[in-house]
């Protein structure tokens, strides 16, 4: 028994060593009060391109409790993801943000992927989250995307958050001024 | 009314769900104490895991498009569960239903969000994705034109206190074209997610932050309350974290009643001020724009900022949450930012932001709006479909 996530339901069988049995519900407790989180941001340049579904890669994280990001496992992994350290279900919020001047009719959609696919098997990754006609105006206008699901993933499934949008302007950068940076957070929230 | 699946715990006994966890009493000179029973731990510490592994949970998704007829709020039907864990939902009857589960508290409160897609090209009409509970109250959430060349889709997102004898919800859609306008079934689906987050929190204690949970050794006393010498209190131990995972602090601050508005200019960020609370478990807000954190931990935060429009409309809407840190410094989460409808219409915008957010106690939180209309807009006053600002505590 151990304080990993997801916690096993502890056996308290009259007749088992006390101890034991006492910090088999000490570990368990400790692993509802602390599950897996991963909050990340891009805090760097990033260079994205128009009319392409791209994973947003994550600058080193704020918070990564199982160790999941991807530089962080063994072989490492690419920036752009975190490791389900084991299966269950995970909360997921994130924000997409283009830097630059928009253009009329832009559009910007954020979207989560498990396993480089649609979280719910029904969609097409990459645009399963909210579609938004931004701002059009210079790069002092914000032109951001959030939405926060609940997503199912087996041990060593990538999450990715997808960023999508449209061919009007000529932006190829995301935002990287703070509080309007692409940002991440992943709790892990039950079996 | 949802059913109340019962969860087995690994000696075979079927869970007692959810928790109210014994007090334990220590031995006194006219007393015997609590006997350390195995029943009675199994009843509190493993019944509490077995709980939050796998709390109320519904995932359901529409796969065939539906007609939504104009300026009427209708339910997304024909939901298939990807998950419904506490069997809520039916797929023969009443299909865009999810019940929540029966528990002993009564009415718990439930993190619910949803996405809508929209067939739609119109920027002339305003879209929107709500939660609806019992076919009555509508809670709205982003409230947007589409425009051209591409769909549009809107979400929801709200902290909602529902009784398992008799409450639903649904995922609704309105919009006020002049036709009916179809959902999206291809590559993107309306989907509806509803989690337990919290008991009934009238009458439950309000503890501090579980400590990390001891390392017990053989020369540790059990005890109930009792410290020093070796003692360790159970109360403590089990009995105070049982019942900080039961209800943990949550916040849900609303407008309500009054009017407030949004000054224009690109930058200028005023805070929304809230009127009331639909719950606040732990008295993070009496008054103003702030709440302010009582017990450390991580966060999900989510704001929906409502605002009316006018006849003539200009320059953009932008959301963002604004975190204080009592320690110096603030930080803040933008949200969803987006162009407002064109024509004559002043149905409103609607946005959301929502970020994981760790906060320490005496950090503030604000819901701000920016907008360049060129004139001021005015914040929607409702308890359903106005402002407001939830919080989860999810993570020490």
Same mark, same amino acid.
């Given at each position: 028994m151990s304080t990993a996530w997801p916690p096993d339901i502890p056996v308290l069988a009259a007749g088992a060593d006390a101890v034991t049995a006492l910090n088999t519900m000490s570990q368990s407790l400790a692993s509802l009060l602390n599950p897996p989180i991963f909050r990340a941001e891009r805090s760097t340049a990033l260079t994205v391109a128009e009319n392409t579904h791209q994973f947003i890669t994550w600058s080193t994280p704020t918070e990564d409790t199982a160790g999941g990001w991807g530089p962080s496992q063994t072989p490492a992994q690419a920036a752009d993801r975190y490791v389900a350290p084991a299966a269950g279900w995970y909360h997921v919020e994130a924000a997409v943000s283009l830097s630059g001047t928009g253009a009329a009719g832009m559009v910007v959609i954020a979207a989560v992927a498990v396993g480089g696919t649609s979280p719910t098997g029904q969609g097409v990754a990459g645009w399963e989250g909210p579609e938004v006609f931004v701002?059009?105006?210079?790069?002092?206008q914000p032109k951001l995307v959030c939405h926060g699901w609940v997503v199912y993933a087996n041990a060593g499934d990538p999450i990715q958050i997808d960023l999508w949008y449209s061919t009007e302007s000529a932006i190829t950068a995301v935002d990287t001024t703070a509080g309007i940076r692409c940002r991440v957070g992943i709790v892990g929230i039950g079996v | 009314m949802g059913t109340l699946t019962r969860i087995f715990l690994p000696d075979g006994q079927a869970a007692i769900l959810p928790v109210t966890p014994r007090t334990w009493s220590d031995s006194g000179a006219a007393t015997l104490g609590d006997p350390l029973r195995a029943s009675l731990l199994t009843t509190d510490a493993s019944s509490i895991v077995a709980w939050h592994r796998q709390r109320p949970l519904f995932h359901g998704i529409q796969t065939l498009a539906q007609s939504i007829p104009a300026s009427t709020w209708t339910a997304i039907t024909g939901l298939g569960e990807l998950t419904d864990n506490w069997s809520g939902h039916s797929d023969t009857t009443n299909t865009g239903r999810y019940y929540v589960p029966n528990t002993v508290f009564g009415g718990d409160w439930y993190l619910c969000s949803g996405l809508v897609p929209w067939n739609t090209n119109s920027s002339t009409d305003a879209h929107i994705t709500g939660i609806r509970v019992n076919g009555g109250t509508v809670y709205e959430g982003m409230k947007l034109p589409g425009g051209t060349g591409h769909a549009l889709t809107t979400s929801v997102v709200d902290l909602l206190q529902l009784d398992g004898s008799s409450d639903y919800v649904e995922l609704g859609a309105w919009h006020n074209e002049a036709a009916a306008v179809n959902t999206v079934v291809s590559s993107k689906l309306p989907s509806l997610q509803v989690r337990w987050v919290c008991?009934? !929190?009238?009458?439950l204690p309000t503890p501090s932050?579980?400590?990390? !949970?001891h390392t017990w050794t053989g020369t540790d006393v059990v005890s109930a309350s009792a410290t020093g010498s070796g003692r360790v209190p159970l109360n403590t131990e089990l009995r105070d974290v049982v019942r900080w995972l039961m209800n943990p602090p949550i916040v849900r601050v609303h407008t309500s009643g009054t009017t407030q508005t949004i000054p224009s200019g690109a930058g200028t960020w005023t805070a929304i001020t809230w009127q009331g609370q639909s719950v606040d478990n732990y008295g993070m807000w009496t008054s103003g724009a702030s709440v302010t954190c009582q017990r450390a931990g991580l966060y999900y935060i989510a704001g929906t900022g409502a605002v009316t429009e006018t006849s003539t409309k200009a320059g953009y809407r932008a959301i963002r949450i604004h975190h204080a840190i009592a320690a110096g410094g603030s930080a803040d989460y933008y949200g969803v930012a987006a162009m407002p409808m064109t024509?004559?219409?002043?149905t409103g915008t609607s946005l959301i932001a929502d970020a994981f957010i760790r906060l320490a106690v005496g950090d503030t939180l604000q819901l701000q709006f920016d907008q360049t209309n060129g004139s001021t807009l005015s914040v929607v006053s409702s308890t359903s479909n106005g402002a407001r600002l939830i919080g989860v505590w999810v993570a020490k």
């Open positions: 701002p059009t105006g210079a790069s002092t | 008991a009934n !929190p009238s009458g932050v579980p400590a990390a !949970p024509g004559t219409k002043t």
